[in-house]
T-cell receptor, first 114, second 111 residues
Framework: NAGVMQNPRHLVRRRGQEARLRCSPM?????VYWYRQLPEEGLKFMVY????????ESGMPKERFSAEFPKEGPSILRIQQVVRGDSAAYFC????????????FGQGTRLTVV | DQQVKQNSPSLSVQEGRISILNCDYT??????FLWYKKYPAEGPTFLIS?????DKNEDGRFTVFLNKSAKHLSLHIVPSQPGDSAVYFC??????????FGKGTTLSVSS
């Protein structure tokens, strides 16, 4: 049973470009969460999605950031017109139907904006 | 507003001794608590969890204690091993919502 898969592991973008981060949850998991870790900081919640639905996006910046989890395919976190402050590690986690269980994390995508 | 707080950024312990990592929370609606361990350049890995209906959960060298009245939980590692050196994150959730994490405590276990 493959774990949570994130790609790419490393992504370099110039200021103003778009960044697309992908997350395939564990098999059978339909709940996906995105977190951001800035240098020397903890894991900050961004968005919680189920298939085709955004459940909670209270942690998502209002502009330039969007997320989706389509019926088929991975969840995508999209950052438009990236700025240097977007440089961080972005982690995806997934959970099964029983929501009082642990979430499993991917290895993360390290985004560097130059 | 930080709902989950880990007030000690770092902890140093000698091999074989007990490590105690602490975590406080402010939201009384949280009903599920977890500890994760994280190595550099890797994703967090789940260690142990506890439901709000319990006050203790044990798994090998790891024990989590929950004090609901104080809104406090702690992770005990005994005996500590050098391989335990990592960043430990406390997390909490309510009724199936997203996990809310603290800022982490860096544990260093020296041999």
């Amino acid at each position: 049973n493959a774990g949570v898969m994130q790609n790419p592991r490393h992504l370099v973008r110039r200021r103003g470009q778009e960044a697309r981060l992908r997350c395939s949850p564990m098999k059978g998991h339909s709940h996906v969460y995105w977190y951001r870790q800035l240098p020397e900081e903890g894991l900050k919640f961004m968005v919680y999605l189920q298939k085709e639905n955004i459940i909670d996006e209270s942690g998502m910046p209002k502009e330039r950031f969007s997320a989706e989890f389509p019926k088929e395919g991975p969840s995508i976190l999209r950052i438009q017109q990236v700025v240097r402050g977007d440089s961080a590690a972005y982690f995806c986690a997934s959970r099964g139907q029983n929501l009082n269980t642990e979430a499993f994390f991917g290895q993360g995508t390290r985004l560097t904006v130059v | 507003d930080q709902q989950v707080k880990q007030n000690s950024p770092s902890l140093s312990v000698q091999e074989g001794r007990i490590s105690i990592l602490n975590c406080d929370y402010t939201n009384s609606m949280f009903d599920y608590f977890l500890w994760y361990k994280k190595y550099p350049a890797e994703g967090p890995t789940f260690l142990i969890s506890i439901s709000s209906i319990k006050d203790k959960n044990e798994d090998g060298r790891f024990t989590v204690f929950l004090n609901k009245s104080a809104k406090h939980l702690s992770l005990h590692i005994v005996p500590s091993q050098p391989g335990d050196s990592a960043v430990y994150f406390c997390a909490a959730s309510k009724a199936g919502t997203a996990l809310i994490f603290g800022k982490g405590t860096t544990l260093s276990v020296s041999s």
